[in-house]
């Protein structure tokens, strides 16, 4: 670890700017986090959130520095590193096996890494690099090498103020930093209309910004269903505002849903009361949103708005430009065995996607018929996994930050998101239920049908 700050010193002497800050800090983080796990999964979650404005702040005040290419990576050295510390310094044995579904998706992000198809093996090398960092981070919660609760803490916290960023920028504007890397990068999904930006928040993107509000809502409501604490109803209020006036309907929606699952956690029928629960509301919903679209003076609110009440015209709608992009994405991938790398779905690979919507058709572009079977495998163990963590308090939480971004596991430029989605996955996938071995809490006591 002597040589990470080694390094880094040696960098200030050659490199100016932002870069030497964060040169510095990442050093000392991974320094601390050898003997500290906890701080150095926080410090990772923290700097990944924080990725875009870190990015757009240093492009602002040096725009020809490299600081803007060392932010992406940060996140990933820092997990890196924690997963050598915990895995191979102090050799952590233990008995249970991760799920076959987990490893036939590293396998396959990892043969995607050296694929020479697509958009070259170096930019898919990065791409994988990148993604394996973030889902390896379902390692960590399933092994508990890391207090459970570190996940939901950090969340609510970085979480929070991402929201009320978004909220800010919604209410006062595009900061000057903000602006500028929109003038100079901004893509065609960043406007709502002629000269209307979406919040960005603090995330990557806009959408990544919009992902954590939904999980912040959904780890929320869990969290107020369990503890009845009213204190929760700030971060849901936070997070369902700021994802609302996102426009971003992909992780809006879903944290509509999740406050109404919150009524499911806990009971003998959870998925019955769940699905019943949505019915029910659903109609109720639909004919609100209709009344309060006049009203809504937020773009990005009023978009939502228009979706969920059904008054959404053809003209307008880009549900069809979704679903294409989709179905061609699968397609393509199906005609492959081994898929064509995963540099095709990342921004920083030249030519890449992006992403193409859905995990789904991610996993077919990076790993071919390899990928999708990979993936279905995961949802198959996920959704089998679903009744005992409704009904577990302790891992319902977990359950709802998976929900908020369901089909969004797998996307490469979410460098915060990503890893708190895994390490939620591993905490769901940790559970067992009554006919297989019970597992102790964190806090050392036995699972009883109220925890």
Known sequence: MCASVTVAVLATLTIGGPAVILLLMTAIVIVMGVKKPEVA??????????????????????????????????????????????????????????????????????????NPAGVGIVNNLLASSLLISGILAFILTFRRLIPH???????????????????????????PWDAYWV????????????????????????????????????????????????????????????????????????????????????????????????????????VIA???????????????????????????????IHQDLILSSLLRGLSSVIG????????????GLGSSEQDISNMALIGGVLGVVAMLALYITFARAIPGAFRDLNTAPFLFITFATIGQWMNVGYYGATPLIWASLGVVLSLRTKETKEYALDTGRKRSSRD
């Not at 708005?305 to 959404?312: A, F, H, Q, R, T």
């Open 290 to 320: 209709g009344r309060l679209m006049p009203a809504v003076s937020s773009a990005g609110a009023g978009r939502v708005l228009m979706l969920v009440s059904g008054s959404e015209s053809e003209e307008t709608s880009t549900v069809g």
């Open 183 to 286: 003038d100079n990068f901004g893509y065609s999904a960043l406007y709502l209309g002629p000269n209307l930006v979406r919040p960005l928040g603090l995330g990557a993107s806009a959408a990544e910004s919009a992902a954590i509000c939904a999980m912040l809502v959904g780890v929320s409501v869990a969290r107020l269903r369990v503890s009845r604490n009213p204190a929760w109803l700030v971060p849901i209020s936070l997070g369902l505002y700021a994802a609302l006036t996102s426009g971003t309907r992909t992780f809006a929606l879903p944290a509509l849903a999740v406050i109404l699952l919150g009524f499911a956690i806990g009971r003998k029928r959870p998925m019955l009361v769940g699905l019943v629960t949505l019915a029910v509301t659903l109609p109720v919903i639909v």
């Open 340 to 351: 064509t790398g995963s540099g095709q779905v990342s921004v920083l690979a030249s030519g």
């Open 41 to 114: 999964f926080v410090a990772a979650i923290t700097v990944g959130v924080g990725n875009g404005a870190l990015r757009r702040i240093a492009g602002w005040i040096d725009p020809s520095g490299i600081a803007t290419q060392i932010v992406p990576i940060i996140p990933a050295v820092i997990l890196v590193t924690l997963y050598v510390s915990l895995l191979v310094i102090r050799r952590n044995h233990w008995t249970d096996k991760a799920p076959i579904a987990f490893v036939l998706v590293c396998i396959v992000v990892i043969i995607s890494g050296i």
């Open 149 to 175: 609760s570190s996940v939901i803490n950090t969340l609510a916290v970085v979480g929070s103020i991402n929201a009320a960023y978004m909220i800010l920028q919604e209410i006062n504007g595009l900061t």
